[in-house]
């Protein structure tokens, strides 16, 4: 898992879900920038914040977390090496039968570096899941600004989606559909263990330092990410030809890319009851 833990308040609960779910092996977690118009140490936050999640997790050195990349990418001939690109491609070579899912939350920065620095990824087993990009066809987004996470790095999304990778992309108006209420959130998460207290608290306190009126709920949308390793068909999709990105974030299809897969529609309610039951009986362990 990829993620820019600290941007905002939904990656944190991608990352317990997955670490709760026992189909998935979980061979690492990869701090991630998310730019720097909001802090300008964002890939040491995202790395703090993980860190936290698996104290209160007690789970402390048990998942191995490495850094990616701190900054976007500077063209799409400079890949830049680290802990966290080095995992990637390890994972990725590895001689194993199963396949390795890469979900990204944030930009695409540490999986074009680990393409730039070993092509033969892209003949392997691997299926990168990125939560990013603007809607298709007319729907979602505003013109002349790039989604956020495809915002923090442009020319990697390129270098990714020019590629041979197997990706499955949830653009912004499918992970938009991922909205809970602060009711549901203070019933089936708040009350287990310290985890759960944390998860609502630091929701609460981001919504409240970010919005200027009143607000009673958050889209959690880096868990799509979750849902589809665990079950690819909780959403439609359809495959098109994969764009590349113009600046401004809209789709080029000038070139002839591969085709990709890009989810329509996410079942929500799976996602949403499946963490929020595996949270409770961990709680429940832990007492």
């Not at 070579?93 to 999986?111: I, K, N, S």
């Not at 899941?129 to 603007?134: A, L």
């Not at 912004?172 to 559909?177: N, Q, S, V």
């Not at 759960?196 to 609460?204: A, E, K, M």
């Amino acid at each position: 898992m990829n993620t820019d833990a600290k941007n905002e308040a939904d990656d944190q609960f991608a990352i317990v879900h997955a670490l709760l779910s026992p189909s998935l092996d979980i061979r690492g977690l990869v701090p991630a920038h998310f730019g720097n118009r909001r802090t300008r140490s964002s890939l040491e936050e995202s790395r703090e914040e993980i860190e936290l999640l698996l104290r209160l997790m007690k789970l402390d050195g048990q998942v191995p977390v490495a850094d990616g990349v701190p900054y976007a990418l500077p063209d799409v001939g400079t890949p830049v090496r680290t802990p966290g690109v080095e995992l990637i491609i390890s994972e990725a070579m590895r001689d194993v039968a199963e396949p390795l899912f890469v979900a990204f939350l944030g930009p695409l920065t540490d999986m074009a570096s680990a393409l730039l620095l070993e092509p033969r990824i892209a003949e392997r087993d691997v299926t990168v899941i990125w939560i990013g990009g603007g809607g298709y066809d007319g729907r979602g987004g505003d013109p002349g600004r790039p989604e956020f996470n495809l915002s923090n790095d442009i020319v990697a999304a390129n270098i990714v989606f020019s590629s041979e990778l197997r990706v499955w992309q949830i653009p912004a108006p499918t992970y938009r559909m991922m909205a809970v209420g602060y009711a549901e959130l203070d019933e089936k998460v708040a009350p287990y263990g310290e985890i759960g207290d944390y998860l609502v608290r630091q929701l609460v306190e981001w919504n409240e330092s970010q919005h200027g009126g009143s607000i009673e709920f958050r889209v959690l949308g880096d868990s799509p990410a979750i849902g589809l390793m665990l079950h690819p068909a909780c959403g439609t999709w359809v495959e098109r030809p994969a764009p590349n990105f113009r600046h401004d974030g809209s789709y080029d299809f000038s070139v002839a890319n591969r085709p990709i897969r890009t989810y329509d529609s996410i079942d929500a309610r799976f996602i949403h009851e499946d963490f929020f039951a595996k949270l409770r009986a961990f709680a429940q362990r832990r007492v």
